[in-house]
């Protein structure tokens, strides 16, 4: 490699390795045409309730933090049904569909706060605020 005004040096390069690169997207914007051809594209279907609560069993469930009871399991149940409810009406008005990530935020704020299964104003306030963000945002 030689530039104007530099020392001449080579490069060596290292044996060809393979490589995975993934790249993943919410689809709030659209990946050009030209990048996607050259992909291979896997889509993940948003789980369903009954996997949202072993998704929140999985994550919940580590030291140092306390056990996740079954109580837990029927708040994390009664959370993933509301935002099955609220992905179908939000994708029947093109809105954002609240996601996995936003599941586990509601289940932590409820698990955290203590709150029965859809015990009302403080539950009301953890959908709002939790499953549908973007609403808050503006």
Known sequence: ????????????GQEMSRLLVVITTNEERELPPAFLRRCIVHKLEHP??????????LHFNRPPARPFTDEHSMLAL???????????????????????AEFLDAVRAAI???????????????VNTTLLKDEMLG
């Open 112 to 126: 955290s706060l203590n709150i029965e299964v859809e015990g009302g104003a403080t539950w009301d306030a953890i």
């Open 48 to 57: 369903g309730a009954e996997r949202l609560v072993r998704i929140a069993r």
């Open 78 to 100: 009664a959370i993933a049904q509301r935002l099955e409810k609220l992905r179908e009406t939000r994708a029947e008005r093109r809105q954002r569909l609240p996601g996995t």
């Open 1 to 12: 490699l030689e530039r104007k005004g530099e020392v001449k040096r080579g490069i060596a």
